[in-house]
């Protein structure tokens, strides 16, 4: 059940005759191929439209890794005296 076979088809090309005439046919399936070919190449550029907007929202707002200030070296840090330097987080972001 369901299954198309060639009779269906020759009853289909039948009635599609006497519906629209043999001089338009031709005339319908062009312009139906052409409607295809559009909205094709409207999907494929919507599709390319939304690759190209991901890319531009990443560069635009991807982070950078983090890099702490000065390298300490691990002598100094045990030595008596030794404060840890301290840095404004405001400061930071500003300086970026």
Not at 36 to 54: G, V
Not at 75 to 86: E, T
Request: hydrophobic residues 40%; proline residues 9%.
């Amino acid at each position: 059940m369901g299954a198309l076979k060639p009779w269906h088809i020759a009853v289909l090309v039948v009635v599609l005759i006497l519906l629209f005439g043999a001089k338009r046919l031709p005339d319908a399936a062009r312009s139906l191929g052409r409607s295809l070919r559009i909205i094709k190449a409207e999907t494929k550029s919507l599709a390319d439209d939304d690759r190209d907007l991901a890319a531009k929202a990443d560069a635009q707002h991807g982070r950078e890794p983090y890099t702490p200030d000065p390298v300490i070296q691990p002598s100094s840090v045990h030595q008596p005296g030794y404060q840890a330097p301290v840095t404004d987080p405001v400061q930071r972001t500003r300086d970026n």
